[in-house]
């Protein structure tokens, strides 16, 4: 057989009819530009706005049928205010002096006046040591950040002298967690960007095509955030640093990956000596399919976040489904409008290549170029390619045993410096840890007893209280006398006994826990308690920042596994219905399941002997899977479209081929920019996002260097015509003789 290689059949590219006219032809673009032009400049505006509709709160996210959910709505109605406490830790050289004390008691008087302090401000309580104090500073969460840095201010200006402090307590991590998302509008956009810009420059070596392209991603993440954000202001979806980190990056990702199939089938055309509107329209109806079907695919992985009982989760569904849908949109429009506008300059200064027509029917014919080479040695050893790949996959896989996603401790949630760590560790030295943290227990008024004996007999609670609005401090202290409860005012000797405040018949316990708020051991006794008061007080509900971290990660373990199961159904059944056959996308489907098991086994090794994390959130497997195999499926719909479009024509092993050198420029590319993307989301010192971002970021090289590029063509090359199964193309055979 000839080695010369052979030119694809097509249909000639000119036009054969008088087609539009040229004023159409410069119009329906300028149209199309002008519009896009109009969202960005509407939306752009919007991302300064963004911390108007977004919290922080961890309650906020939990389902209304978690113990925690109710309790913290039910707070106010005893305490007199939703606001959110603050720990401020005091200490001295050695003790502190009466001097020192009278000073911090000026100090929380002026605190109480503060812009953002919600209350009045406890006076200093000493520790036992003598050498730390603590206040109890209210903040209004409606002003939390302003708050804490107000607190922060007033305590560098006034704070005694030889004296430090820190701010610590729930208001202290909020305050903490929000500044580390605030460089999430600037610095991650610039980052992913940038990285995305010199990765275009690299690879197509245009000036221009970048400037395009990355046009084309940041229109549509306008026009998103524009919807999202008025969306949220509506109170419909629930928006917080995390989802909007990952927003961003979704859209830049897939408009950038969408656009990049849109431009290798609008160079296609052009190579072939199509005029601009005609390139346009063949690259449109060449890029139309996978486009909508590879954004279908991923739109309908992220709705199944919809049944999720976590409020963050539901909101990532449709808040990113939104995203995507305005970056298939832009990749389709505003996009071909801007080539339609420039042509083959877009590719200045080199010229476009067809790489099809760089292929030859032979196997065994010399090749030219990385993607024909690869083709040859699929075709050559396919067998021991897919093994060898399976095999390497499996055994890195194994890693995924040693994943600790069963949540982690508040105070390692910020990466880097934390003040409010730091002031839990001095609390700790010196106070019960969980001080500024409690656990509290809803009871009914007939079960209080029983309530009061099981938290007294209970292992880390050091201290009991119930809420009185006939103390100063909104605390009376509980004691046990002849198995009936006793409460005390925490005043001076002689002052009269408060009353505990009932609500709706019921009362507020407060317990104070021995062990930090977020540590394993708080977590025990809040699990213990509640078992126990099933027994003593069972309509007693529990709540507290212990609680509502123990049903956030209940919550998401439930999560994961009901939604992983049915994201990968759903998306089988669409790979059924766009390849038209049953084996194929069995094939694809447990390909990016082989994948993101060695992304995840490789992560869980990294994690744990590189980064040295101390576990990870148990919604991080969830949200991986969700990115690795819809936007695995990505990569797999670009690749299988396209084979089967060139197995109509030349049998499915030359379609193999063929497809393989037309689609792994693309694919390599579009996966170094969604790798590059992903990467930039660990900017943000927040341990879920860095984890997220490696989890992804490697995930997607693996996928395309390995799992595209190797595996699955080298697998289904080996089963031939049937993985088109049970379609007409599986029935009709080769088209073409072949040889392997």
């Avoid at 008087?109 to 309580?125: A, H, K, Q, T, Y």
């Avoid at 890195?396 to 003040?419: M, N, R, W």
């Avoid at 005390?488 to 062990?515: F, H, K, Q, R």
């Avoid at 396209?642 to 081929?657: C, K, M, N, W, Y």
């Amino acid at each position: 057989m000839s080695s010369r290689p052979s030119t694809p059949t097509r249909r000639s590219l000119r036009p054969t009819g008088a087609g539009p006219s040229r004023w159409l032809r410069i119009g329906i673009p300028v149209l199309l530009m002008l519009v896009w032009l109009a969202g960005g400049a509407v939306g752009g505006p919007y991302f300064g706005k963004v911390s108007e509709v977004s919290t922080n709160d961890n309650s906020a996210y939990l389902p209304d049928s978690a113990a925690s959910t109710a309790v913290q709505k039910r707070l106010a109605d005893f305490t007199g205010s939703d606001s959110i406490p603050a720990v401020v830790v005091v200490t001295g050289d050695g003790a502190l002096t009466d001097d020192q004390l009278t000073g911090l008691r000026s100090l929380a008087d002026r605190l109480g006046d503060l812009d953002g302090v919600n209350g009045e401000v406890s006076p200093p309580i000493a520790s036992d040591d003598g050498q730390a104090a603590q206040l109890f500073v209210p903040i209004d969460p409606d002003a939390l950040t302003d708050g804490v840095a107000a607190v922060r201010t007033a305590l560098d200006d006034d704070l005694p002298a030889g004296t430090t402090a820190w701010i610590t307590g729930p208001a202290g991590f909020t305050a903490d967690l929000v500044h580390g998302f605030l460089g999430i509008d600037g610095l991650l956009l610039g980052v992913a960007l940038i990285a995305v810009f010199l990765i275009l420059v690299v690879v197509y070596r245009s000036p221009l095509l970048p400037v395009l392209v990355l046009a084309t991603a940041s229109f549509a993440l306008c026009v998103a955030l524009l919807v999202v954000w008025w969306l949220a202001k509506a109170g419909v979806v629930v928006l917080n640093g995390q989802v909007q980190g990952i927003l961003f990056i979704l859209v830049i990702g897939a408009a950038t990956d969408y656009a990049l199939l849109y431009v290798a089938r609008f160079r296609e055309a052009v190579a072939d000596g199509a005029r601009r509107w005609d390139a346009t329209l063949q690259a449109w109806r060449g890029a139309f399919e996978p486009i909508l079907a590879s954004g279908g695919t991923v739109i309908a992985g992220l709705l199944c976040l919809l049944l999720s009982d976590l409020a963050t989760n539901r909101a990532l569904g449709p808040i990113a489904s939104i995203g995507i849908a305005f970056a298939m949109l832009a990749a389709l429009t505003f996009l071909p409008a801007l080539l339609a506008l420039f042509g083959r300059v877009a590719f200045w200064p080199f010229v476009p290549r067809h790489p099809v027509a760089m292929i030859s029917d032979d196997v065994d014919a010399p090749v030219t170029g990385f993607w024909p080479r690869q083709a040859r040695l699929v075709a050559r050893r396919a067998r021991p390619v897919w093994i060898v790949c399976l095999v390497v996959l499996l055994a890195a896989g194994t890693g995924i045993l040693q994943l600790k996603a069963d949540g982690v401790p508040s105070s390692d949630l910020v990466l880097g410096h934390s003040e409010a760590r730091d002031g839990q560790h001095v609390l700790g030295e010196h106070f019960d840890a969980g001080s500024g943290s409690p656990v509290y227990v809803l009871v009914p008024q007939d079960e209080l007893t029983g309530a009061v004996k099981t938290m007294d007999a209970a292992t880390g609670i050091q201290a009991l209280a119930v809420a009185s609005a006939d103390s100063v401090t909104g605390q009376a202290t509980v004691k046990l006398s002849d198995g009936e409860p006793v409460f005390s005012a925490p005043g001076p000797p002689g002052t009269p006994a408060p009353t505990p405040t009932v609500s709706d018949g019921e009362v507020l316990l407060i317990g104070t826990l021995a062990d930090p708020a977020d540590s394993a051991g708080a977590e025990q006794v809040v699990r213990g308690l509640r078992t126990d008061l099933a027994d003593s007080a069972p309509d007693a509900r529990v709540g507290g920042v212990t609680a509502t971290d123990i049903d956030t990660n209940d919550t998401s373990i439930r999560d994961r596994t009901l939604i992983i199961p049915i994201v990968l159904a759903v998306i089988l059944v669409i790979l059924m219905l766009l390849l038209r056959a049953v084996v194929a996308p069995l094939l694809l489907i447990g390909s990016v399941i082989v994948s993101f098991a060695a992304a995840m086994g490789v992560s869980a090794l990294v994690f744990d002997h590189v980064f040295h994390f101390p576990g990870a959130d148990p919604a991080v497997p969830l949200y991986g899977f969700v990115f690795l195999v819809a936007l695995g499926v990505d990569y797999n719909i670009f690749l299988m479209t396209r084979v089967r479009e060139e197995s109509l024509a030349h049998g499915t092993r030359p379609g193999i081929r063929r497809g393989l050198v037309a689609t792994g420029g693309v694919i390599t590319s579009a996966g170094l920019v969604l790798a590059a993307t992903f990467a930039a989301l660990g900017v943000i010192p927040i341990l879920f996002l860095a984890q997220i971002a490696f989890i992804v970021a490697f995930g997607v090289l693996l996928d395309t260097f390995v799992v595209r590029s190797l595996l699955v063509p080298a697998v289904s090359y080996d089963i031939g015509r049937a993985i088109w199964w049970p379609s007409k193309l599986w029935r009709r055979g080769e088209a073409a003789p072949s040889r392997r």
